[in-house]
Nanobody, 116 residues
Framework: QVQLVESGGGLVQAGGSLRLSCAASGRISSINAMRWYRQAPGKQRELAAGITSDGATTYADSVKDRFTISRDNAKNTVYLQMNSLKPEDTAVYYC??????????WGQGTQVTVSS
């Protein structure tokens, strides 16, 4: 059974930094895309950042130049470095991995709270 385990969330003051990690365990075939989504209270889940198997990245406009997504293929792990955090970044952050066979897996979510 495949599980995605996220870590690194927490409470931080505005302007601070956090680094999220998401590691896949279990039998998982080759992972293509790795993505971070976030969902703020009362809002829909949105894509924050994504990275393909060859390292191409994409970011939501709201996080561009502040967040950096990276991956370690040997460890089936994706990271999200978040700098210059703002109160509007407060959300539950979820990782998602999509295999080359288009099977998707989600993490359980990790809370990020940015105080003003």
């Amino acid at each position: 059974q495949v599980q995605l385990v996220e870590s690194g969330g927490g409470l931080v003051q505005a302007g601070g930094s956090l680094r999220l990690s998401c590691a896949a365990s279990g039998r998982i075939s080759s992972i293509n895309a790795m993505r971070w989504y976030r969902q703020a209270p009362g809002k829909q889940r949105e894509l924050a950042a994504g990275i393909t198997s060859d390292g191409a990245t994409t970011y939501a406009d709201s996080v561009k130049d502040r967040f950096t997504i990276s991956r370690d293929n040997a460890k089936n792990t994706v990271y999200l470095q978040m700098n210059s955090l703002k109160p509007e970044d407060t959300a539950v952050y979820y990782c998602k991995m999509v295999t080359i066979f288009l099977r998707s897996y989600w993490g359980q979510g990790t809370q990020v709270t940015v105080s003003s």
